[in-house]
């Protein structure tokens, strides 16, 4: 395996965790997190939370391994980062400081979703080689 292939598949892997943690942080926190879901009008959150859960575990594990499903996770990835935004990083329904930050956060994701675009394309170029 070339250096480049281990470097890619670390990278992969890394970004990933992302996902991944933020799956297994849910499950750890997962009476806290009911709450946040039915205030951001996610209801009922007892669907919505384990769906969240099942979809960053799935996806963000089918990236990691680098499966011939990682493009397609990769894009999943992206629509789930965007449609987050639209539900919890409402910033211009805000003002002051919050607004600033949500923005900021609403951005990140932005990125976020970009990269991933980015390397749905890569993984699927990889899937057909």
Do not use: C
């Not at 892997?13 to 946040?36: C, Q, V």
């Not at 996770?73 to 329904?93: K, M, Q």
Request: proline share 2%; charged share 15%.
């Amino acid at each position: 395996m070339s250096l480049r292939t281990r470097l890619y598949a670390i990278g992969r892997a890394g970004f990933a965790s992302l996902f991944l943690l933020g799956g297994l942080n849910k499950i750890a926190n997962f009476d806290a997190m009911l709450p946040r879901v039915e205030a951001a009008g996610l209801v009922p959150a007892l669907f919505f939370l384990p769906a969240t859960v099942a979809l960053e575990l799935g996806l963000g594990l089918a990236l990691a391994l680098g499966t011939r499903l990682a493009w397609q996770s990769a894009l999943g990835l992206a629509a789930f980062t965007l449609a987050t935004n639209a539900v919890f990083h409402r910033f211009w329904e805000l003002s002051g400081k919050v607004a600033a930050l949500e923005l900021s956060l609403f951005f990140k994701n932005v990125a976020i979703a970009g990269a991933l675009v980015a390397l749905a394309s890569v993984e699927r170029e990889r899937s057909l080689g």
